[in-house]
T-cell receptor, first 115, second 111 residues
Framework: NAGVTQTPKFRILKIGQSMTLQCTQDMNHNYMYWYRQDPGMGLKLIYYSVGAGITDKGEVPNGYNVSRSTTEDFPLRLELAAPSQTSVYFC??????????????FGPGTRLTVL | DAKTTQPTSMDCAEGRAANLPCNHSTISGNEYVYWYRQIHSQGPQYIIHGLKNNETNEMASLIITEDRKSSTLILPHATLRDTAVYYCIAYSGAGSYQLTFGKGTKLSVIP
């Protein structure tokens, strides 16, 4: 199993450009998540999905969009990049969301810089 | 979910046990304690979780006090590869499915 994979690993965007961060998992997990991590800080949830076709906002959704057409893929879209979106983005997945079963598996991250 | 408090940093000698404390004095009865770690620049890695009984797996042991207000993650024989930021998280499964990662404890394993 590859687990959770993310592409690209690094990206530099100019202000106003758009891009899609790709995330794929091969564990057949229903639950998928996008987090961002700013330097020296903890992770903040951007969006999550409980299954194909179902997504919902997390703590910091502004400036982002997501879709979930298959169980495996959960892309994150930035429409108009801003310097405030410079961060490291992590995708994660889990089999369950119940209190004792939400072990989340994380991808390696995408480092995004907006100039 | 309950707020957790951890020391900012700790050192541990290689080969010795690393004991990482976490305070969660307002934890409710249905909240589990999860531990993750993040090695520099990598994605967080799940370590262990528990409700009220002590737990052990191949990576670590988790000791939760009887009143559940605090817990300790134990790495029995720390290696240089265990140098990382360790996060203690209280999670109930209610509301969003977010695991709230604070700033964690930076553990440095020293040769």
């Amino acid at each position: 199993n590859a687990g959770v994979t993310q592409t690209p690993k690094f990206r530099i965007l100019k202000i106003g450009q758009s891009m899609t961060l790709q995330c794929t998992q091969d564990m057949n997990h229903n639950y998928m998540y996008w987090y961002r991590q700013d330097p020296g800080m903890g992770l903040k949830l951007i969006y999550y999905s409980v299954g194909a076709g179902i997504t919902d906002k997390g703590e910091v959704p502004n400036g982002y969009n997501v879709s979930r057409s298959t169980t495996e893929d959960f892309p994150l879209r930035l429409e108009l990049a801003a310097p405030s979106q410079t961060s490291v983005y992590f995708c994660a997945s889990s089999y369950s969301r119940v209190a004792g079963g939400n072990e989340q598996f994380f991808g390696p991250g995408t480092r995004l810089t907006v100039l | 979910d309950a707020k957790t408090t951890q020391p900012t940093s700790m050192d541990c000698a290689e080969g010795r046990a690393a004991n990482l404390p976490c305070n969660h004095s307002t934890i409710s009865g249905n909240e589990y304690v999860y531990w993750y770690r993040q090695i520099h620049s990598q994605g967080p890695q799940y370590i262990i979780h528990g409700l009220k009984n002590n737990e052990t797996n191949e990576m670590a042991s988790l000791i939760i006090t009887e009143d559940r207000k605090s817990s300790t993650l134990i790495l029995p024989h720390a290696t240089l590869r265990d140098t990382a930021v360790y996060y203690c998280i209280a999670y109930s499964g209610a509301g969003s499915y977010q695991l709230t990662f604070g700033k964690g404890t930076k553990l440095s394993v020293i040769p």
